[in-house]
C-alpha cells in the first residue's frame, strides 16, 4: 500500500506554487504537525505563491485524526492552521510564535479529505503579527477561518531552523 506521505503527488501545489521545504526533524526532536510519515496520520506540504508571497498547505486527514466518527479532531485542524499562519509569518521575515489562535469551524471535515490552507499576514504592529487562514477543499467548502496573534521573539532562539527558511528564495 502506498503511503500518502511518500506520494508527493498525492498532495501537490498548483503549478503557480513554489514547495516550501523544512525538515520533519530539528532542534530536539521532530515537528509536532509535519513530523510522523505515517500514512493514517496528518500528511502536509507547504507552498508559497510566488506572485503575492502568499502561503499555502496541502494537508490530508487520515483516519488517526479522528475527532467526532468519521470526522476530523478540531485539534488537528488547528494545529495544521497553527502552523501555516506561522509559516506565512516566517516566509514575511518574522521570527514569531503564537499567542493566540481564533478558530472558527464552519464544517465538519470528513477523514482522508485532501484540503488546502491559505494563510497571510494580515499586519505588522511592533512585536505583534496578525495573521488569517482559511482551510478549503477543492470545491471551495470552507471548513474553517483562522486568526493568529504571533508575537516576534529574538531569532536566535529557533537555531538552525532559520537557515532554511533564510535559503529559501523567491
Known amino acids: 500500500m502506498q503511503t500518502h506521505a511518500l506520494n508527493p503527488l498525492i498532495l501537490k501545489g498548483e503549478p503557480e506554487w513554489k514547495e516550501f521545504n523544512l525538515p520533519a526533524t530539528y532542534g530536539d526532536g521532530r515537528s509536532f504537525v509535519m513530523g510522523d510519515n505515517s500514512e493514517d496520520r496528518l500528511t502536509i506540504r507547504y507552498f508559497v505563491r510566488e ?5 499555502f498547505a496541502k494537508v490530508f486527514f487520515g483516519s488517526a485524526t479522528q475527532g467526532p466518527p468519521g470526522y476530523a479532531h478540531g485539534g488537528s485542524i488547528a494545529a495544521a492552521l497553527d502552523e501555516a499562519m506561522g509559516f506565512a509569518a516566517w516566509i514575511a521575515g518574522q521570527t514569531v510564535v503564537a499567542a493566540k489562535l481564533t478558530i472558527n469551524y464552519k464544517k465538519m471535515i470528513p477523514l482522508k479529505t485532501i484540503a488546502t490552507i491559505e494563510a497571510w499576514v494580515d499586519s505588522i ?7 488569517k487562514s482559511k482551510i ?3 470545491n471551495g467548502t470552507i471548513f474553517s477561518k ?3 496573534l504571533f ?3 529574538p531569532k536566535e532562539r ?6 532554511y527558511r533564510d535559503k529559501f528564495k523567491i
Open 51 to 55: 506572485s503575492d508571497n502568499r502561503f
Open 151 to 153: 508575537i516576534n521573539i
Open 146 to 148: 483562522a486568526e493568529g
Open 136 to 138: 478549503y477543499d477543492e
Open 158 to 163: 529557533f537555531g538552525d531552523i532559520l537557515s
Open 125 to 131: 504592529k511592533g512585536r505583534k503579527v496578525i495573521t
